[in-house]
């Protein structure tokens, strides 16, 4: 089948191929119609089936959710009607669109073989250091990701230095990376393994953008260098300012800031107790950026929990959830000391004996206020926006510890003033006497 022509300009659509559907709900089609699979950014998120010829008959699915397409070559795709425009035509068809029940939404067969996997990423930052490259009279940001025989390569899309300003304006989408993953042992891949590591890539440049950014045009290549796509769609991608908060020191070292950094998650990642522990803790933490104060804290304690329980004993009974967190974090050699630059925070809790100073106890007791009846707090939003942004900064040294991180990072709690790049704790050493 014709794969379509590329269009990187932000916010418009992305256009996967053309393809035929032959059946509709198992039924056989006189003729199969002729058709495109597209990604639309605005108003929402959708991939969609688009043509021009859709049987009026398709109408009678409206109610069904979701009712199933054949695809010649792929199998049956589960649908929903988006649209059906008017007039119809005395052929009884119509232009119109149905959208995937589902995205990405895995269209390979389940017994092919990969030598090669093709991508592209969605609103990650621009960043240099690493492995740069000049392509034509461009420098453009690129590096390696390797574990073990796992190689990522990664490079910027050579239309985002023209796209960013449009980007900044409009808050929206586009291609920014593109990559390429392989075993360097050259061993194929089966569907389930590249299931896997898409998975985990997607988890790891989100954490590292510190926003959901998704992966995208995801084609394979197979032992006959036939080229074909993976999966069509996206995952939730954030708007383009939602990447600026982000640990990942992005204009000097940003791609080896990166690689240090991959190794150490992918480790973690294949390990079977920490791989869900890993991706449901990233989730939360994304999710605790993406929505308002109060709830982000529910969400920022539910992921220090989840970490608590991988890297220190379980909770005893004597120990508050406050405790417990501060114990388990003073145990891999983190300060749990509420930062002076949480001024709020540390005022409203400047006078509790129970609270001590302690970031993750203020944290609890923040989340507690807010869930249960009788609140003290409702009112300061202050004190509850750095309750947030602490929280989040123990999610980001917890794993960036956990990965063996020794390089710099962005420091967002650091005082007007002072610069936000600094090296992660653990790697500086104290002064003597």
Same mark, same amino acid.
């Given at each position: 089948?014709?794969?379509?022509?590329?269009?990187?300009?932000?916010?418009?659509?992305?256009?996967?191929?053309?393809?035929?559907?032959?059946?509709?709900?198992?039924?056989?089609?006189?003729?199969?119609?002729?058709?495109?699979?597209?990604?639309?950014?605005?108003?929402?998120?959708?991939?969609?089936?688009?043509?021009?010829?859709?049987?009026? $008959?398709?109408?009678?699915?409206?109610?069904?959710?979701?009712?199933?397409?054949?695809?010649?070559?792929?199998?049956?795709?589960? &649908?929903?009607?988006?649209?059906?425009?008017?007039?119809?035509?005395?052929?009884?068809?119509?232009?119109?669109?149905?959208?995937?029940?589902?995205?990405?939404?895995?269209?390979?067969?389940?017994?092919?073989?990969?030598?090669?996997?093709?991508?592209?990423?969605?609103?990650?930052?621009?960043?240099?250091?690493?492995?740069?490259?000049?392509?034509?009279?461009?420098?453009?940001?690129?590096?390696?990701?390797?574990?073990?025989?796992?190689? &990522?390569?990664?490079?910027?899309?050579?239309?985002?230095?023209?796209?960013?300003?449009?980007?900044?304006?409009?808050?929206?989408?586009?291609?920014?990376?593109?990559?390429?993953?392989?075993?360097?042992?050259?061993?194929?891949?089966?569907?389930?393994?590249?299931?896997?590591?898409?998975?985990?890539?997607?988890?790891?440049?989100?954490?590292?953008?510190?926003?959901?950014?998704?992966?995208?045009?995801?084609?394979?290549?197979?032992?006959?260098?036939?080229?074909?796509?993976?999966?069509?769609?996206?995952?939730?991608?954030?708007?383009?300012?939602?990447?600026?908060?982000?640990?990942?020191?992005?204009?000097?070292?940003?791609?080896?800031?990166?690689?240090?950094?991959?190794?150490?998650?992918?480790?973690?990642?294949?390990?079977?107790?920490?791989?869900?522990?890993?991706?449901?803790?990233?989730?939360?933490?994304?999710?605790?950026?993406?929505?308002?104060?109060?709830?982000?804290?529910?969400?920022?304690?539910?992921?220090?929990?989840?970490?608590?329980?991988?890297?220190?004993?379980?909770?005893?009974?004597?120990?508050?959830?406050?405790?417990?967190?501060?114990?388990?974090?003073?145990?891999?050699?983190?300060?749990?000391?509420?930062?002076?630059?949480?001024?709020?925070?540390?005022?409203?809790?400047?006078?509790?004996?129970?609270?001590?100073?302690?970031?993750?106890?203020?944290?609890?007791?923040?989340?507690?206020?807010?869930?249960?009846?009788?609140?003290?707090?409702?009112?300061?939003?202050?004190?509850?926006? $750095?309750?947030?942004?602490?929280?989040?900064?123990?999610?980001?040294?917890?794993?960036?510890?956990?990965?063996?991180?020794?390089?710099?990072?962005?420091?967002?709690?650091?005082?007007?003033?002072?610069?936000?790049?600094?090296?992660?704790?653990?790697?500086?050493? $104290?002064?003597?006497?």
């Amino acid at each position: 089948m014709k794969i379509a022509s590329q269009n990187h300009t932000p916010n418009s659509p992305i256009v996967f191929e053309d393809i035929l559907i032959t059946h509709i709900n198992g039924h056989s089609l006189e003729k199969p119609i002729a058709s495109q699979v597209v990604l639309h950014f605005t108003p929402t998120f959708r991939t969609v089936i688009e043509s021009e010829n859709l049987p009026i $008959e398709v109408n009678d699915h409206r109610m069904e959710s979701p009712f199933v397409v054949t695809i010649a070559d792929k199998g049956e795709v589960p &649908v929903v009607l988006e649209r059906l425009n008017e007039p119809i035509s005395p052929n009884g068809k119509s232009s119109g669109a149905l959208a995937l029940a589902k995205s990405p939404f895995t269209v390979i067969h389940r017994d092919e073989k990969i030598t090669s996997i093709r991508f592209s990423v969605l609103n990650f930052p621009k960043f240099f250091g690493g492995r740069d490259t000049w392509i034509g009279r461009q420098c453009v940001g690129a590096t390696t990701l390797t574990y073990d025989r796992l190689q &990522v390569k990664i490079t910027q899309d050579l239309s985002l230095s023209q796209n960013k300003e449009y980007l900044n304006e409009t808050n929206g989408y586009s291609v920014t990376l593109n990559g390429v993953i392989r075993f360097t042992d050259g061993a194929e891949l089966s569907v389930d393994e590249a299931k896997d590591i898409l998975r985990g890539l997607r988890a790891f440049l989100s954490f590292a953008r510190g926003a959901a950014c998704g992966l995208t045009l995801v084609n394979t290549t197979l032992p006959d260098d036939k080229s074909i796509f993976f999966e069509w769609g996206t995952t939730y991608t954030e708007p383009w300012h939602c990447g600026y908060d982000t640990w990942l020191p992005t204009i000097v070292d940003g791609g080896k800031n990166l690689s240090l950094a991959f190794n150490g998650f992918w480790m973690l990642y294949s390990n079977p107790n920490w791989k869900n522990v890993l991706t449901r803790v990233i989730d939360l933490y994304l999710n605790s950026k993406s929505t308002a104060y109060h709830v982000g804290i529910i969400l920022i304690q539910a992921a220090l929990e989840s970490l608590c329980s991988r890297i220190a004993d379980p909770k005893n009974k004597t120990d508050t959830t406050g405790e417990y967190l501060s114990d388990s974090i003073k145990h891999i050699g983190l300060c749990t000391s509420i930062p002076s630059s949480c001024k709020s925070l540390a005022m409203i809790f400047q006078n509790n004996s129970s609270v001590n100073g302690d970031g993750l106890i203020a944290i609890t007791k923040l989340r507690n206020d807010i869930v249960h009846p009788n609140q003290k707090c409702s009112d300061n939003t202050e004190a509850w926006m $750095e309750a947030l942004k602490l929280g989040q900064w123990y999610i980001e040294m917890i794993l960036l510890k956990q990965f063996s991180y020794s390089g710099r990072y962005r420091n967002r709690l650091a005082k007007v003033g002072e610069s936000v790049f600094e090296m992660v704790p653990w790697t500086i050493q $104290e002064p003597i006497g």
